[in-house]
């Protein structure tokens, strides 16, 4: 089936350095593409998506762009917060065999930004 | 516009124990799914419900009923809990594809349940 690899954190990062988490998929068909921030003691929400190969998806100073021919959809940021220490989950929609889509998740990277 | 709620926030259940976590969303979404966080595992979706009085199974069902009765509520019962079931639940929805022709899900704030 289909499944998206993330890189193991946590990713230890200084305030205003540059971002990058990386996300790789294995797919059939044309999935959309997804990055899902979760703030520590809260649920998921949508950072940013993208529909089909190309697109950037972008989003509070995030960026993404959905690249087919190397299956990936890395995450970048040039300025990092420390309000965006989080975990960082990449995620795929994946129609499967009824037909329903569902999101098939990463197993989260964790960032960490100290002052 | 509260979004999706789900309740408890906290539970502590012994081994054979039985409960039901309550999902609630205000957005009319016609999809509902409920989902387990565990450590290095990401989230996996346990049962899902395409519309009011339907559900489907996820990837990891086993120990878990669900039910849909109103289009706003999604219940997860564990009929008799065990340790291995020790987990973050987070619910979640979404408008369905022909509806809005995207797909992204809203999610609940969790749910942390410990069996001892």
């Known amino acids: 089936g289909d499944s998206v690899t993330q890189m193991e954190g946590p990713v230890t990062l200084s305030e205003e ?3 990058t988490i990386n996300c790789t998929y294995t797919a059939t068909g044309y999935p ?3 990055w899902y921030v979760q703030y520590p003691g809260e649920g998921l929400q949508l ?3 993208a529909t089909k190969a190309d697109d950037k998806g972008s989003n509070k100073g995030f960026e ?6 190397t299956t990936s959809f890395h995450l970048e940021k040039g300025s990092v ?6 975990v960082y989950f990449c995620a795929l929609s994946d129609r499967g065999n009824t037909g329903f ?3 098939v998740f990463g197993t989260g990277t964790r960032l960490l930004v100290s002052p | 516009n509260a979004g999706v709620t789900q309740t408890p926030k906290f539970r502590v259940l012994k081994t054979g124990q039985s409960m039901t976590l309550l999902c609630a969303q205000d957005m009319n979404h016609e999809y509902m799914y409920w989902y387990r966080q565990d450590p290095g595992m990401g989230l996996r979706l346990i049962h899902y419900s395409v519309g009011e009085g339907t559900t489907a199974k996820g990837e990891v069902p086993d120990g878990y009923n669900v039910s849909r009765l109103k289009k706003q509520n999604f ?3 564990l009929e008799s809990a065990a340790p291995s079931q020790t987990s973050v639940y987070f619910c979640a929805s979404s408008y369905s594809i022909r509806d809005r022709g995207s797909y992204e899900q809203y999610f609940g704030p969790g749910t942390r349940l410990t069996v001892t």
């Not at chain 1, 993404?64 to 021919?69: D, L």
């Open chain 1, 101 to 103: 889509q569902k999101l």
């Open chain 1, 47 to 49: 950072l940013l998506k």
């Open chain 1, 81 to 86: 917060q420390v309000s965006d220490s989080a």
């Open chain 1, 17 to 19: 350095a540059f971002l």
């Open chain 1, 32 to 34: 959309s593409l997804f």
């Open chain 2, 75 to 77: 219940l997860l019962g």
């Open chain 1, 64 to 69: 993404a762009t959905y690249r087919k021919e």
